[in-house]
């Protein structure tokens, strides 16, 4: 198998209308009345947004910008808008800088110099929000996890994560891209330095340590078995590097997976109850 | 037996675990079919229940005959037709033995079935989880001439098809689960099939999503020569209608004589280094 850019092309025609497909009939089955999703102006959130509103209806979409002040970006504010008018959905935006403060000034052993933990919080006080929503108005949460972050444990637990479905998580990041230039989002969305916004400066190439590029790539060799001899070799890139990528993915597993609990009794939730997922 | 007649592919999107509906779905369009003038009406795989069931198996899961087949055989009695379609079946000599099975049923009653010998267990699929693999190869007598079975997985091994062709079976039905990602290997396959025994291939797939899997339909007649005669459309629920006359079969094997040509000694090559693998 070679490792190229070619290896993540697919038909965008083909996977746009497969994942407006799963929209439609995940909303239809379930019997919700529509989508609410964060929208944070980036090219996942917009992305799935666009293809909600495609698959339903614009109607029946909501986008929650849910800024704070610490990474409030005006740009990201503007592009989301964008993408709303463009594709006709609702959004609503609601500052959770004083659901956060609350947070940070309601136990004394808050520590605000810990960003990952800070940040966790933030990640988790969007959720609340988009759930409210959902809860209140009988609709679905859509995530907009993409697969290079799923696969790498880059997200907050509970947190960015928690959907109800997830459109995107079969799509590395650079195949999003594809996606999303595809259905008519935005260069500028699209090209822009992606970023959980968990606190100010937070760019995910850095943190991930290289570029959705060769990450994407390495992932994919992963996917299909390849050892990372295999995948270093191809890519010219130091095989620790690709060992690192792989030992990051093994270990996030439990970021991904159902509560593992110890097997007692005769079938177990998360192991061997298997059942449909599907809702009737 | 009748040299020509009309088939048709009843690519339906099943109602994941509701018999009475998905029985209803398959009586609905096979008098619609009829109404067309076909004869022989086929279903996907499992289209008694829908496909990802999982744990729900064993509630659903019915000898044969039994209820489901009781019900298909009066609806082929009505409407003067052969039908095939998919369902768990329960064994009789066990409480939690379940088989996936093709059932053909016709104006006579039940005449036969297939119990799947191919359970994939790989990637998204989980059969033999749930399923215990048949032994026997199927072809079925009928007015309509004999009709050999097999059942989606089974297409990927060429001995299946040829036993119900080396068995009599001029038309071969595959009935399938198929999800999207597999949809290359499956065009390319039945063809295969198709043309390797010089005789008809109706394949009939599932549609709709369950558990995130997209059926991609798809369902195809192809003569003996490889010829696609019919063909329904992707990703949604359709039926199309096929003719199949098997003098057609008679140029093709004297073009192409695979039947005559075959090697038995070969076969124990294979089974021999198979072993082995």
Not at chain 1, 258 to 269: D, G, H, P
Not at chain 2, 85 to 95: I, T, W
Not at chain 2, 118 to 141: C, M, N
Request: proline fraction near 4%.
């Amino acid at each position: 198998m070679e490792l190229t850019s070619s290896a993540l092309e697919l038909d965008w025609q083909e996977v746009q209308a497969r994942i407006e497909r799963f929209i439609k009939d995940y909303v239809k089955k379930s019997g919700a009345k529509g989508i609410v999703l964060g929208l944070s102006g980036g090219i996942d959130s917009c992305t799935v947004a666009a293809l909600s509103a495609l698959a339903i209806g614009g109607k029946k979409v909501l986008g929650l910008q849910l800024p704070e002040k610490e990474t409030r970006n005006a740009t990201d504010i503007k592009h989301s808008i964008f993408v709303a008018k463009k594709f006709g959905f609702k959004t609503e935006t609601i500052d959770i800088t004083p659901a956060l403060q609350a947070f940070y000034k309601s136990f004394s052993t808050f520590d605000p110099s810990d960003k990952v933990c800070k940040g966790n919080v933030k990640a988790r006080m969007r959720m609340i929000y988009i759930y409210y929503y959902a809860n209140k108005l009988n609709m679905l949460v859509c995530g907009s996890s993409d697969k290079s972050e799923t696969m790498m444990g880059y997200f907050t637990k509970w947190g960015d994560v928690a959907a109800d479905i997830s459109p995107l998580m079969d799509l590395y990041k650079t195949q999003v891209r594809k996606l999303a230039r595809h259905i008519g989002i935005s260069k500028g969305i699209v090209a822009k330095p992606s970023t959980p916004a968990l606190w100010p400066g937070q760019l995910a190439e850095k943190e991930l340590g290289m570029e959705y590029e060769q990450l994407d790539l390495i992932l994919y060799g992963l996917e299909h078995f390849m050892k990372t001899e295999e995948i270093a070799k191809q890519l010219h890139l130091n095989k620790a590097l690709a060992d690192k990528a792989k030992r990051r993915w093994l270990a996030a597993e439990h970021k991904r997976r159902m509560l593992l609990t110890a097997k007692i009794e005769y079938r177990t939730v998360g192991t061997d109850f298997r059942l449909p997922r599907d809702p009737f | 037996m009748k040299r020509g007649f009309k088939i048709a592919l009843a690519q339906i999107e099943c109602k994941r675990a509701d018999k009475t509906e998905n029985l209803r779905r398959i009586e609905q369009t096979v008098v619609k079919a009829r109404k067309q003038g076909a004869e022989l009406i086929v279903f996907p795989e499992l289209s008694l229940t829908g496909y990802v069931v999982r744990d729900e198996i064993y509630e659903l899961a019915e000898p044969i005959p039994g209820p489901a087949t009781e019900t298909v055989e009066k609806i082929a009695q009505k409407t003067k037709t052969y039908i095939v379609f998919g369902m768990p079946e329960l064994s009789r000599k066990a409480q939690a033995t379940i088989h996936n099975t093709a059932v053909l049923v016709g104006p006579e009653g039940l005449v036969g079935k297939y119990q799947k010998m191919y359970l994939p267990t790989h990637s998204v699929f989980e059969e033999k989880r749930y399923f215990r693999p048949g032994y026997q190869a199927a072809a079925l007598d009928t007015k309509l001439g004999k009709i050999g079975l097999i059942i989606c997985y089974d297409i990927f091994f060429p001995e299946v098809s040829r036993l119900t062709r080396l068995e009599g079976a001029q038309l071969i039905v595959c009935i399938s689960a198929s999800p999207a990602t597999r949809r290359t290997f499956f065009e390319t396959l039945t063809v295969a099939r198709a043309m390797e025994n010089t005789a008809f291939l109706a394949y009939v797939n599932l549609v709709g999503i369950e558990d995130g899997l997209q059926f991609w339909g798809g369902s195809r007649l192809i003569g003996p020569n490889g010829r696609i005669l019919a063909k329904a459309r992707y990703d949604e629920e359709d039926m199309v209608m096929g003719t199949i006359d098997y003098a057609d079969i008679r140029p093709v094997e004297t073009f192409v004589p695979t039947l005559r040509d075959l090697r038995p000694e070969l076969f124990d090559k294979l089974k021999e280094n198979a072993e082995k693998l």
